[in-house]
């Protein structure tokens, strides 16, 4: 199961920025451009605020697992886990065979078996972490962009190239050495745990009452743990889950089935690591309704109305009324003019036409040159505005108000009306 879901996994995080949706990757983020992309939503810089709520939503959602499941995010859905596991350890064990092997080469003199196994073991991670370094700027830089690239030479396009290096190095470096110690020395998660877990979260967990004590199966006074080590000896982090809960161990369950497979040698029942909460490996009762979860649930339900409100208000577009340098206004026979432009930005995904209608009632002449707007996706324009007013009508308070409306739509995101105020002499 846990392989499949790597598989799952793999495929979505590296087919993520070709998919298209709506006519965009599902996840580009054009930095360059300022533009956006997120599973069929199109977001620009103005929109940028709303940041907050995808980040804070992703962290609640791990909070909450985490209070629940454990790290269950570590041992199955972490991208570091999911390839280190799924991709470059299966590479190891094919061409260097299982972990007793290997450390048995290792220990060995220089051999030719040795040599070609090592170097090609090792051409592979560094192909595979140049492909990989090449999906990940694709979240960066559009498909056909990356694909110019490679066609060309690197002095065309150094920044790209600097970082298709430089990120290979730290893949490289990563899966064919530093590997879990990611997780012990610079991931601060498993630090964390410990504020986000109680003695009713899922953990993988050693079943001190049943093991205890340690022997020789054909001992009838010992507990059900054979003392093999093999949950030992297949822990990446290096630890022995019968000391207990401890902050290296990222849940993967290895330690699982290696003690299930000794278990079923032996005749003995399976479970006696396995997935459960510190009271239920000690026999006590267990508490899903408890207040840390209620504490969480409140948290989540403000994220909520705090989200559905600031997506609710985000429009289709984005309208501002403008001033020209120079003098606010100015007065040419005994009128007043105001020189104004209405910044215009496209934030959908697709073409649109943009109308704007002066509101007449204040007495107010608009002369305006382009009232039709064809805008391309995350496109914007400056629209001139020339706002006149008899002298004799001048008074304080008075707006100009336009009503900018997408054509073809009547929602409430695709109209709005913008405005300032209109400037003249006091008297």
Partial sequence: ???????VLIAIYVLLPFVKIGGHPAVFLDIVNRRFYLFGGVFNAQDFWLVFFLLSGVGLTLLIVTAIKGRLWCGYACPHTVFLEGVFRRIERLIEG?????????????????????????????????????VFISYFVSLPS???????SPSEHPTAFTWV???????????????????LIICPYGRLQSAMTDRDTMVIGYDFNRGEPRGKANDPSNGDCVDCKRCVVVCPTGIDIRNGLQMECIGCAACVDACDEIMTKVGRPEGLVRY????GLEGKPKHFGRPRLFFYGGIVTLWLLGATLAFSQSSAFEANVLRLQGAPFMVVDAEVRNSLRIHLVNKTGDKQT????????????????????????????YVPILAILPRDQMRPGLELELT???EGRDDRKSSRVVGAPFVGPSR
């Avoid at 199961?1 to 598989?7: D, E, K, N, P, V």
């Avoid at 290096?165 to 110690?181: G, K, T």
Wanted: net charge positive; with cysteine.
């Fill in 1 to 7: 199961l846990r392989y499949t879901i790597f598989s």
């Fill in 98 to 134: 299982p972990r007793a092997q290997r450390l048995r080469r290792n220990a060995a003199g220089l051999s030719f078996d040795k040599a070609w196994r090592k170097l090609l073991k090792h051409g592979v991670y560094i192909v595979l972490a140049l492909l990989l370094s090449h």
């Fill in 146 to 152: 990356v694909i110019d690239m490679v066609q060309r």
């Fill in 165 to 183: 290096i430089v990120m290979s190095a730290i893949l490289y470096f990563n899966f064919s050495w530093f590997r879990e110690q990611l997780c």
């Fill in 276 to 279: 459960d909460s510190l009271n």
């Fill in 354 to 381: 943009f109308v704007i209608e002066p509101e007449a009632e204040s007495g107010i002449e608009y002369i305006i040159p382009q009232k039709r707007i064809d805008l391309e996706s995350l496109g914007s324009t």
């Fill in 404 to 406: 900018i409306s997408m």
